[in-house]
């Protein structure tokens, strides 16, 4: 017997079971496919903010989740003794024009108050950044400090190594028993729209790739809707495409080929950097765009953490502890956007 069962051991399971053993209780988590079988096994890693303006508690979520990841990610290699790969290297963005420029710079006023000094957001002439930079027709770039990368694959074993440091089991197979977190991806998400009749949430699929290059401790690249993450294995991962409508959940193919275009194009540094591996994975997608967490929709006392789409590893230090105190204390720290009924 156990105190919680975690049904799903992507980046959402994984940070609940790791919360909740962390307050000493007894863990169980089962996914039949392993450890970050789904889109928490990819390749890209980006910890990527929202722009510092229009504020609402998903963006203030998730800035609080992203300040507690340093120590959160240390804490994790420490106890569990795998790097995750996490760094906070910081992300470079491309100016258009002069409108793109004055924008920049009053987000820069912005993030002064509500990034509370634990991070900035500058702009900086793209010769500052040598080689290392997007092409900018502006010649300004967007320097902010908050961005932080991980390797996921790396972080989802981490995670489980420092799981079951703490006494806690992960299995393909088990019994269920104690309180029960429904952290299913995105077959959960189709489950229950299908359940309910009604759209509640979907999968998205991306396509990433992986090029050898070596820029371990540089910033994050963004441009033209692509993220360019340098890892510390003398990788960069560069991602990605977001489809609806696929036919394989699991494949790549030429929509894949024109993101590395693109990602060449616009970022000359990597022009002539080999393709290692090409990656494709379904993420979870609420109908709110936001997680859905706290108490599940349909199963009596259960709960749900899903929908992590795009930023579940941002967002996975915060999202353990509010589910924890809800699961554990029964304390609702849960910003009513990110509640299963913002997606009903």
């Known amino acids: 017997m156990v105190d919680v069962t975690v049904l799903g051991a992507g980046i959402f399971g994984l940070s609940v079971a790791y919360a909740c053993v962390k307050r000493g209780a007894r863990v169980r988590v089962i996914d039949p496919a392993g450890v970050g079988a789904g889109s928490s096994g990819g390749l890209v890693g980006a910890l990527a903010p929202h722009v510092p303006e229009n504020w609402n508690d998903k963006k203030a979520f998730q800035f609080e989740s992203l300040i507690m990841a340093e120590d959160f990610w240390r804490g994790v290699a420490q106890e569990g003794g795998r790097d995750p790969g996490y760094l906070r290297s910081g992300r470079l963005q491309p100016l258009a024009d002069d409108r ?42 967007v320097h902010d400090t908050l961005t932080a990368r991980l390797h996921p694959r790396r972080a989802a074993l981490a995670l489980a190594a420092a799981i079951k440091a703490g006494g806690g089991e992960i299995l393909r197979d088990g019994v269920v028993s104690g309180k029960v977190v429904h952290a299913t991806g995105w077959q959960g998400m189709v489950a229950l729209t299908e359940a309910m009749g009604k759209t509640v949430g979907n999968g998205v699929k991306g396509q990433a790739a992986l090029l050898k290059f070596d820029a371990a401790d540089a910033p994050q690249l963004f441009a033209d809707a692509l993220h360019i993450v340098p890892h510390a294995d003398g ?77 579940g590893f941002g967002m996975a230090p915060k999202v353990g502890a509010v589910m924890a105190d809800l699961v554990l204390e029964g304390r609702d720290t849960v910003p009513d956007g990110f509640k299963p009924e913002a997606s009903l």
């Open 100 to 141: 793109a420029v004055d924008m920049a710079h009053a987000r820069a006023e912005t993030a002064k108050e509500l990034w509370q000094g634990k991070a900035a957001w500058r702009v900086v002439p793209a010769v500052e950044a040598g080689e290392w930079a997007p092409v900018s027709p502006s010649g300004w770039l």
């Open 235 to 311: 990788t960069v991962a560069i991602g990605s495409t977001s489809e609806r409508d696929f036919a394989a959940p699991d494949t790549t193919d030429e929509q894949l080929d024109d993101i590395i275009a693109r990602a060449r194009a616009a970022f000359p540094v990597l022009a002539d950097a080999p393709v290692i591996e090409r990656w494709a994975g379904v993420r979870p997608r609420a109908k709110s765009r936001a997680p859905m967490l706290g108490v599940h929709p349909l199963i009596e006392g259960a709960y749900i953490a899903n929908g992590g789409f795009k930023i």
